[in-house]
């Protein structure tokens, strides 16, 4: 993967997020994965909230490797600043419900999550 493309999904993992560190490891034989782990700290409800993507160099939406539950299935609707840049680009509006469970999971506890 190209730097300035990991840079570029790095950042929007860490924005707002302090302590956000990737790596690359190796599969047995399937490539390569990169690895995106960060110290999460429940603050607000809207502060909860987080979703990682992946875009192109162009900021075009590619694909959606998490997004919390509440904000993915609808909480986006009537809690504006909950990931809303996420929003704007995956339109989890007109997602079905199958591809919006692939990519969700619940607000997870305090502590390091690694994706």
């Excluded at 875009?55 to 600043?81: H, I, M, P």
Aim: net charge positive; with cysteine; proline share 3%.
């Amino acid at each position: 993967m190209r730097t300035g493309l990991f840079n570029a999904i790095l950042m929007l993992v860490c924005i707002g997020i302090q302590g956000c560190s990737s790596s690359y490891a190796k599969e047995n034989h399937t490539g390569e994965r990169l690895e995106i782990s960060f110290r999460f700290q429940r603050g607000g409800i809207a502060s909860s909230q987080y979703a990682i993507w992946i875009e192109n160099e162009t900021g075009k939406l590619v694909r959606t490797l998490y997004v919390t539950s509440f904000t993915a299935k609808g909480g986006y609707e009537y809690r504006k600043d909950a990931v809303p840049v996420w929003v704007s680009k995956a339109k989890p509006q007109v997602l079905s419900s199958a591809q919006i469970d692939a990519i969700t999971g619940a607000t997870p506890r305090n502590g390091v999550v690694t994706y």
